[in-house]
């Protein structure tokens, strides 16, 4: 079974740039969940979904934040314009888990490194 | 809201010893903890998941201990190896959260041959 893919697999960039990430879930995964892992801790949720609609993007910065998942598959995650504290990993993750329902394991992406300068 | 901490943050031992790695949690109200790896550059392996009704979980030289009521986890590795250095995570699902993790900083563990 193929796991959770990822690319780029790093991206430098200027501030001020645009950046996009993309994220290829395990096939038959209903939930696709985005996070960013700062150097030194633990990565940290920015939008979950279920299917192709948003369950969760509290703590997604919309002002240069943006996340999508059209067809229910796959998913891009955007940054415009990005910051220096942008710096980070941002990893993918996906599981079968229905919202209410019984927890399923997430199965992560290798990440994506992001460098601002 | 869930806080979760780890400690230490970074910790050295030499090849062969059993070591501990503590967990600490704010809201006791969870719906299972779960323990993950992070090799560099990699993303996350699950390594254990203990679900709230339970108190330990086994896999190989690991093992994991929940206690809910004081907000505490510990994972002990038996037998340390070199290849068990690495960043290790905890993190909790809270009970009434659309099954969302909050992970701990991370401890690095680096087991010295």
Same mark, same amino acid.
């Given at each position: 079974e193929a796991g959770v893919a990822q690319s780029p697999r790093y991206k430098i960039i200027e501030k001020r740039q645009s950046v996009a990430f993309w994220c290829n879930p395990i096939s038959g995964h209903a939930t696709l969940y985005w996070y960013q892992q700062i150097l030194g801790q633990g990565p940290k949720l920015l939008i979950q979904f279920q299917n192709n609609g948003?369950?969760?993007?509290?703590? !997604?910065?919309?002002d240069r934040f943006s996340a999508e998942r059209l067809k229910g598959v796959d998913s891009t995650l955007k940054i415009q314009?990005?910051? !220096?504290?942008?710096s980070a990993v941002y990893l993918c993750a996906s599981s079968s888990v229905d919202r209410g329902g019984p927890y399923n394991e997430q199965f992560f992406g290798p990440g994506t490194r992001l460098t601002v300068l | 809201k869930q806080e979760v901490t780890q400690i230490p943050a970074a910790l050295s031992v030499p090849e062969g010893e059993n070591l501990v790695l503590n967990c600490s949690f704010t809201?006791?109200?969870?719906y299972n903890l779960q323990w993950f790896r992070q090799d560099p550059g990699k993303g996350l392996t699950s390594l254990l998941l203990i679900q709230s009704s339970q108190r330990e979980q086994t896999s190989g030289r690991l093992n994991a201990s929940l206690d809910k009521s004081s907000g505490r986890s510990t994972l002990y590795i038996a037998a /340390?190896?070199?290849?068990? /250095?690495a960043t290790y995570l905890c993190a909790v699902i809270s009970s009434g959260s659309a099954r969302q993790l909050t992970f701990g900083s991370g401890t690095q563990l680096t087991v010295l041959p």
């Open positions: 948003v369950v969760d993007d509290s703590q !997604l910065p919309k314009p990005a910051k !220096l504290e942008d | 809201d006791s109200a969870i /340390s190896q070199p290849g068990d /250095s």
